[in-house]
């Protein structure tokens, strides 16, 4: 979707601010410049009725930092005013490049220490801005959503604390289980699927794919993600099947019971192309089961997209199927860090959504509704028409 095709009819909450922590610098460079280019070129009416330098600038990045003493503890600061403005904090919990000193040892920053970091540059604010955002594309916590036994809730605490100092809005990217905004139920909380941009990248990567029903079909790798291959099935309008994981509960590992087989339930993938889709790639094991139980039935092709590339434990054996000719394609967005290595990698197809967050952040700030974004039905049989699938 184009920025012109958004009716932004309203005007601004306040001022545009944004602000890019340094777990998601390019990405806000990136997503900054779209803005920027967009409303240069806008011909809005309300324009003209909004101060030169409130609406139409060179950059909307606020200038942040988040330093740290010796002791390894830290601090936000912000080097200019933020008064009046609507702030958009855009943070990266899962970036595992960033490093600080602590007491003269290299510390790499975990997804706490990124936590830690958006609360300071929220409490630097101050309760100054008009309105308080986050972009927060992997959920902080959201792997541990639902409590079994003795066991802490801390996504739900997260979003707690963020609500309560300020935060108003809560834009994520394919929650592992949307169902945690019910902690949060009077505060804005969306959970954006890029299935979208995740067509639009296969097409353009694979010129013979074909869509349809006889040439293709959506997997999903477990029952827990079964609603969002059912989306994409609905739409691309092709077969469904679903792997389910057996697990031997009398044993942790890892802290988690090991899976025992990936059973699958669904029509024959026999000649046909398959598209895995989950919410993130960790470790890669249950991916890769996934994608050697379809090439021993016969799949023609096994493209993966999934919107976190982790990759936890290297990239070693996903070389190793890719050669084994198990798995052809693999696709995650640029929503987390992404290690130089990866893009190096001939089976890995980079999903850049920066345009889809700017878009975001533009429709928000004019208080206008996400609906179109949030459901990319129309954008999707667009692209299906414009490459001759429909």
Not at 71 to 97: A, L, M, P
Not at 230 to 242: A, F, K, R, T
Request: charge should be negative; proline fraction near 4%; charged fraction near 25%.
């Amino acid at each position: 979707m184009a920025r012109e095709e958004i009716l932004l009819e309203n005007l601004p909450v306040g001022p545009l601010g944004i602000i890019a922590l340094p777990s998601c610098k390019e990405m806000g460079e990136k997503i900054d410049a779209h803005i920027a280019s967009w409303r240069k070129a806008s011909t809005v009416d309300h324009v003209a009725n909004l101060p030169a330098n409130g609406y139409k600038k060179d950059s909307y990045l606020i200038d942040v930092k988040v330093p740290r003493f010796g002791s390894g503890e830290g601090k936000g600061v912000i080097s200019q005013s933020v008064r009046g403005d609507d702030v958009y904090i855009i943070t990266d919990v899962t970036n595992h490049s960033i490093s600080y000193s602590v007491c003269g040892h290299t510390n790499l920053m975990s997804p706490d220490d990124h936590f830690q970091d958006l609360k300071r540059v929220i409490a630097a604010i101050g309760g100054k801005a008009r309105r308080i955002n986050v972009i927060m594309p992997f959920l902080y916590e959201s792997r541990q959503h639902k409590r079994t036994g003795r066991e802490s809730l801390d996504c739900a605490l997260a979003l707690q604390e963020l609500a309560n100092m300020g935060v108003e809005n809560i834009i994520t990217f394919d929650a592992h289980d949307p169902r945690v905004q019910n902690a949060i139920p009077l505060h804005g909380f969306e959970t954006v699927a890029p299935t979208y941009q995740f067509i639009k990248a296969l097409l353009r990567r694979e010129e013979d794919l074909k869509i349809d029903a006889e040439h293709m079909m959506i997997i999903s790798p477990d029952e827990g993600g079964t609603s969002r291959a059912i989306y994409y099935s609905n739409v691309l309008g092709v077969d469904l099947g679903v792997f389910y994981k057996r697990r031997d509960y009398s044993k942790i590992v890892n802290g988690r019971n090991p899976i025992v087989a990936h059973e699958y339930l669904g029509a024959s993938v026999e000649g046909k192309d398959c598209l895995v889709i989950d919410d993130m790639i960790s470790s890669g094991e249950s991916m890769l089961d996934v994608a050697t139980e379809l090439k021993r039935r016969k799949a023609k092709r096994v493209f993966i997209a999934s919107s976190f590339g982790l990759f936890t434990n290297g990239f070693a054996k996903f070389d190793e199927y890719y050669e084994k000719g198990l798995i052809d394609r693999i696709l995650t967005t640029n929503l987390i860090y992404q290690d130089p290595e990866l893009l190096t990698k001939p089976y890995y197809t980079n999903v850049d959504m920066s345009k889809y967050i700017a878009l975001i952040i533009e429709t928000l700030n004019h208080d206008a509704s996400l609906s179109e974004l949030l459901n990319p039905v129309t954008r999707i049989q667009n692209i299906l028409k414009k490459y001759g699938q429909i």
